[in-house]
């Protein structure tokens, strides 16, 4: 620890400049009355100020009774509220010449609104992760009808037989040759290759014709 220390030491000027001008730690010199002689960017950034609080009183910033900064040594205060920053800071005080040297280091934020707000996103992300697995419930669930319709629809295509083209048939016995050059009855070829069934019946000129001969024979005996 000693050979940290010495160091520091040897390292005044290059420590000086970085905090003052680098460092995010907040670092304010006071007076003995406890007024703000000079500070860092670290602590105008801390509390969002433009400018140096040279002569205010570091209570201003600071909630603390007097007596507190007259020991040395680390300790934690809470911010004012007038300054708009709610939290808890962590302070090292150091004695100098002309007064303390004091350290703020590592705000806590514990403003309420910013809580509230952490809850409330909470909240959102977890019903975003929920409505996301109930729409994943739903896609995996259409996944599967569709699937089964598409299933349903391959079987019906399976199951059509369609004839198309130019069928060659006989002009006089109507007989259909198919491609191995066979002929096939009107009524087989057409049952074979379709989804097509036959009902025999007859047309009314067909009827009078064939009652027609039936006459003639009967007439001729």
Known sequence: MTDLINVLLNQGEALGSYFGTVSSV?????????????????FLAMFDLTKKPVG??????????????GR?????????NRTGVDGIVCCNCLATDSGLLLFCERLIMTKSTTLEQVGIIN??????????????????????????RVAELEATVAQVKRLEGILPICMYCK?????QSSWHQLEDYISKNSEAEF????????????????RNLIFTR
């Open 56 to 69: 205010l009183p570091i209570g201003e910033f600071l909630n603390l009774a007097t007596d507190e900064l």
């Open 72 to 80: 040395l040594g680390s300790f934690r205060l809470s911010c004012n």
């Open 123 to 148: 909240n959102e992300l977890v019903s975003l992760q929920r409505e996301s697995h109930k729409k994943n419930l739903l896609l995996e669930k259409l996944k599967k009808e569709l699937a089964g």
């Open 199 to 214: 009902s025999h019946s007859m047309c009314p000129h067909c009827y009078e014709e064939q009652m027609e001969k039936a």
């Open 26 to 42: 907040g670092v304010v010199l006071l007076d003995p009355d406890m007024k703000v002689q000079d500070c860092n960017q670290g």
């Open 175 to 179: 007989k259909i040759r198919d491609d």
